[in-house]
Nanobody
Framework: QLQLVESGGGLVQPGGSLRLSCAASGFTLDYYAIGWFRQAPGKEREGVSC????????TYADSVKGRFTISRDNAKNSVYLQMNSLKPEDTASYYC???????????????????WGQGTQVTVSS
């Protein structure tokens, strides 16, 4: 089955850090731009960050700029999200997804349509 598999979530205190991983299962990740998304209970899913195929271009939601860093290692078929200075409002299930169109054609979070995984839970609480 072709999908992305998220891992690395957990319970962390405010101000703490976590590193999420998004690994490809059944396909090669370096063909795709990858986006990270999150969804908190009772809220709509929102885009967090995305990265181009080469890793040379990245985008962040205003809510995470300066705190989160997206990266990728195509040799390991994985994309990462380093989350620092975590806040309670970062609590959510985090997902990754792939865009099958070129980076320069991506105009919004809706471009990430493929290979959604099951997500990993991040809880920020004291």
């Amino acid at each position: 089955q072709l999908q992305l598999v998220e891992s690395g979530g957990g319970l962390v205190q405010p101000g703490g850090s976590l590193r999420l991983s998004c690994a490809a299962s059944g396909f090669t990740l370096d063909y795709y731009a990858i986006g990270w998304f999150r969804q908190a209970p009772g809220k709509e899913r929102e885009g967090v960050s995305c990265i181009s195929r080469s890793g040379g271009s990245t985008t962040y939601a205003d809510s995470v700029k300066g705190r989160f860093t997206i990266s990728r290692d195509n040799a390991k078929n994985s994309v990462y999200l380093q989350m620092n200075s975590l806040k309670p409002e970062d609590t959510a299930s985090y997902y990754c997804a792939a865009a099958v169109i070129p980076w320069d054609k991506i105009t919004g979070w809706g471009a990430f349509t493929h290979y959604w995984g099951q997500g990993t839970q991040v809880t920020v609480s004291s």
